[in-house]
């Protein structure tokens, strides 16, 4: 049963007293008390539209793993063995399979340990493991589609609780139509942070601090950039505090113990590393800066990019260029629209660490797919689009689609580079 809601927080930013009416997303106000009916009604509704939404995204998943499995056929090689044991998914089963304990050495300062991967996604491939006959890959491969598809549910709902349904949909499909999507079908941990961060936004949404702090803390041990989710609730809930305090000098208990579970996993697990290494506060960074990633502010980032465009490089990595810069384009149009403070704090975090993070330049569109806020101007321009000239709206799709089919088996058979 879920905790008694708080009032959903506002639009306004700290300290104002505006509102805006196109992102308003205060629960509209009753006059009398629903019987059974109206309320079971707009559940069942809101359950039935986010099933299309779902099914729509799964068509996405199966149009892309059969494109996948042509190319992969046409080099000899097996489309489920790719999808389920390719680059990180490797060290995530050997985890799952056991524990920690692995490292690599290459050359010095070139060290690769298991402890720079979070413990949430090996640890659901050991229960789907033990509890049926699965192998690690096919388990990674049923967690990672299971989350993708809760996160599907998840988008939908928030885009739905903003903009309507046409919109809710929209995203779904839009979100599955990444040029790397293809990561979605993968034994990958995005799916999984993914989850956890639609549903935490959509609880922050609707002022149920208790499961926005526990998803939250569930997304922080999924991946290093799940404290993006936790920093989301912890500053809503704060400026929401600052509100209260003015009104009317009371905020509920729920709204702190939901901020203070909010960063309790992910920050667990960086200590329980630093412990493990003899660094409580340094070691797990000590860790990732041994496999060469490392917040610079960026400057490893510019330094690949300019050597790029000097030399020249495979397509992967002007792609890369290309999908990053039309991410903070959509970032600046998110905050032009004035979306919630949640979403903002959300995909600005990951934003900036993909912008700031150094090593890895051709996975950074793959660190941004949890940033799927993002997507709500174009979803809202689709629908749009779609309501007043449907063929435009039709060939915009398809095109992404193709994109997005093609893009995605040319990374996971052809490119060799890691995802």
């Not at 930013?13 to 009416?21: F, M, S």
């Not at 600046?332 to 912008?355: E, F, M, N």
């Not at 996975?363 to 806020?373: C, E, N, Q």
């Amino acid at each position: 049963m879920l905790p008694a809601r708080e009032p959903a927080i506002s639009t306004a930013r700290c300290g104002d007293v505006t509102t805006h009416a196109s992102t308003t997303y205060a629960p509209s106000a009753v006059t009398h008390e629903p019987g059974h009916r109206d309320r079971v009604r707009p559940r069942l509704s809101l359950a039935a539209a986010s099933g299309v939404a779902v099914v729509l995204f799964a068509v996405t998943r199966v149009t892309q793993a059969a494109v996948l499995a042509v190319a992969a056929w046409t080099t000899g090689r097996q489309p489920l063995a790719l999808l389920g044991r390719s680059w990180d998914s490797l060290w995530y089963l050997g985890i799952a399979a056991h524990g920690y304990g692995r490292t690599l050495y290459f050359k010095p300062g070139i060290v690769h340990s298991d402890l720079a991967f979070f413990p949430l996604y090996p640890a659901l491939v050991r229960a789907v493991t033990t509890l049926t006959p699965l192998g690690g890959g096919a388990a990674g491969l049923v967690v990672s589609w299971t989350a993708a598809a809760v996160a599907a549910c998840g988008i939908y709902a928030l885009g739905e609780r903003l903009h309507g349904r046409a919109v809710g949909t929209a995203l779904v499909v839009l979100w599955g139509l990444l040029p790397h999507s293809v990561v979605l079908s993968m034994a990958y941990t995005e799916p999984v942070l993914t989850a956890f961060a639609a549903w935490s936004l959509y609880a922050v949404l609707n002022g149920n601090w208790l499961w926005a702090g526990g998803l939250a803390a569930l997304a922080g041990l999924s991946r290093p950039n799940g404290f993006a989710v936790a920093t989301a609730v912890v500053v809503a809930a704060a400026c929401e505090a600052y509100r209260g305090f003015r009104r009317d000098g009371h905020v509920s208990h729920r709204l702190w113990t939901g901020a203070a579970l909010a960063p309790l996993g992910w920050s667990a697990y960086v200590l329980w590393v630093g412990l493990r290494k003899g660094d409580p506060l340094g070691g797990y960074f000590e860790v990732q800066r041994l496999w060469g990633s490392r917040f610079d502010l960026g400057h490893g980032s510019l330094h690949f990019v300019r050597g790029l465009l000097l030399h020249g490089n495979r397509f992967v990595f002007p792609m890369t260029m290309v999908i990053v810069a039309a991410a903070v384009l959509l970032y600046a149009l998110l905050i032009a629209d004035r979306a919630p403070l949640p979403l903002l704090v959300h995909s600005g975090v990951l934003l900036l660490i993909a912008l700031g993070g150094s090593g890895f330049f051709e996975s950074k569109p793959r660190f941004l797919l949890p940033a799927f806020p993002l997507l709500l101007p174009l979803a809202c321009a689709l629908v749009r689009t779609a309501r007043a000239r449907p063929w435009h709206a039709t060939v915009v799709v398809c095109a992404l689609a193709g994109l997005s089919f093609v893009y995605g088996a040319y990374l996971v058979v052809f490119a060799h580079t890691p995802l």
